[in-house]
T-cell receptor, first 115, second 116 residues
Framework: NAGVMQNPRHLVRRRGQEARLRCSPM?????VYWYRQLPEEGLKFMVY????????ESGMPKERFSAEFPKEGPSILRIQQVVRGDSAAYFC?????????????FGNGTRLTVT | KNQVEQSPQSLIILEGKNCTLQ??????????LRWYKQDTGRGPVSLTI?????NTKSNGRYTATLDADTKQSSLHITASQLSDSASYIC???????????????FGKGTLLTVNP
């Protein structure tokens, strides 16, 4: 049973380009969460999605950031017109339910570098 | 403001020795506390989850304790191994409507290095 798969592992973009980060949850998991980790900081919640629905995007910047989790295929975190401050590790996690006390399973992250 | 503070920031020990990592939190209303292990360049991996009513939970050589009154937790690692070298992250979940578990407050982690 494969774990949470994220790709690419590393992504380099120039300022102003678009970044697309993909996340395939564990088999049987329909709840996906995106977190961002800045250097020397703890992970910060960005967005929570279920299939075809955004449940909570309160942690995601209103401008330039969007996320989706279509009926078929992986979840996508999209960052338009990237800036240097977007450089970070982006982690996706999944769970079988959205209830409390269930462990989140994390992917190995995508490290975005904006030059 | 919900916060999780961990100490020490970093720790170096010799293989075979024990160590204890600390976590203080101010998350409210409290739901559960989790310890994760994060290897360099990898995602966090869950070690333990403790709810309000649990004060000790073990997972192999890892033992977590929770004092919900003082809002403190510790992670004790016994007979350390080289593979224990990693960042150990304390994560606290607050109760939100619907019982959702995703708005977690992460500590910055304790970086543990186990030397031969």
């Amino acid at each position: 049973n494969a774990g949470v798969m994220q790709n690419p592992r590393h992504l380099v973009r120039r300022r102003g380009q678009e970044a697309r980060l993909r996340c395939s949850p564990m088999k049987g998991h329909s709840h996906v969460y995106w977190y961002r980790q800045l250097p020397e900081e703890g992970l910060k919640f960005m967005v929570y999605l279920q299939k075809e629905n955004i449940i909570d995007e309160s942690g995601m910047p209103k401008e330039r950031f969007s996320a989706e989790f279509p009926k078929e295929g992986p979840s996508i975190l999209r960052i338009q017109q990237v800036v240097r401050g977007d450089s970070a590790a982006y982690f996706c996690a999944s769970s079988p339910t959205g209830t409390n006390n269930s462990p989140l399973h994390f992917g190995n992250g995508t490290r975005l570098t904006v030059t | 403001k919900n916060q999780v503070e961990q100490s020490p920031q970093s720790l170096i020990i010799l293989e075979g020795k024990n160590c204890t990592l600390q976590c203080n939190y101010t998350v409210s209303p409290f739901s559960n506390l989790r310890w994760y292990k994060q290897d360099t360049g990898r995602g966090p991996v869950s070690l333990t989850i403790m709810t309000f009513s649990e004060n000790t939970k073990s997972n192999g050589r890892y033992t977590a304790t929770l004092d919900a009154d003082t809002k403190q937790s510790s992670l004790h690692i016994t007979a350390s191994q080289l593979s224990d070298s990693a960042s150990y992250i304390c994560v606290v979940s607050a109760i939100y409507s619907g019982g959702s578990n995703y708005k977690l407050t992460f500590g910055k982690g304790t970086l543990l290095t186990v030397n031969p």
